[in-house]
């Protein structure tokens, strides 16, 4: 979507595909509230600010939409896309897909939230290395952690968006 068609489309339109990068409404509010844009770096000056801003219900809210680390979103709608591609080099092997697993269960357990972390460019060995060391943080420090990874997340696939030319 270039930027003219960000500015200029119904926030109809606009709404689902910001949801999709970040299903957290006061963001999505936020960004569109801002409209029009002089370029897309102040739209992701916009949505990075929006995101500073999480509550602890639109991280919950947008967590729902985010499948757990290691495990293939399905679908062919735009975020189970992303999270796949965002979790591209993550390692399918079984070692590394059970290693996940048990992080996965023992970080739900723990924080009764799925694990979320900025995958994008990450190895398996780098997600297992934070996942094991995000389960000893205090639950605010963990909260935090998470609404910053979720505005990363945001704000990537925000970029990806404008940068898809007539895409939507």
């Known amino acids: 979507m270039d930027l003219q068609t960000f500015n200029t489309a119904s926030p109809d339109e606009v709404r689902p595909v910001l949801q999709a990068c970040c299903d957290a409404p006061t963001w999505v509010a936020a960004v569109l509230a801002g409209r029009p844009y002089a370029g897309a770096g102040d739209v992701l000056r916009a949505a990075d600010e929006a995101a500073r801003r999480f509550t602890a219900a639109d991280v919950d809210q947008a967590l729902a939409a985010h499948p757990r680390i290691g495990e293939r979103a399905e679908g062919d709608h735009a975020e189970a896309a992303w999270s796949r591609r965002e979790q591209a ?4 092997g079984e ?14 357990e723990r924080f009764g939230r799925v694990f979320l972390i900025c995958a994008s460019g990450l190895s398996a060995d780098e997600v ?5 060391d995000r389960l000893g943080n205090e639950d605010d420090k963990e909260a935090a952690v998470v609404a910053d990874e979720l505005r990363k997340i945001a704000l990537l696939r925000l970029e990806r968006v404008l940068a898809e030319e007539g895409s939507r």
Do not use: M, Q
């Not at 080099?89 to 399918?92: H, K, R």
């Open 89 to 92: 080099a993550v390692g399918t």
């Open 95 to 108: 070692d590394t897909a059970r290693a996940l697993a048990e992080g996965n269960r023992a970080y739900e």
């Open 128 to 132: 297992l290395a934070s996942l094991r």
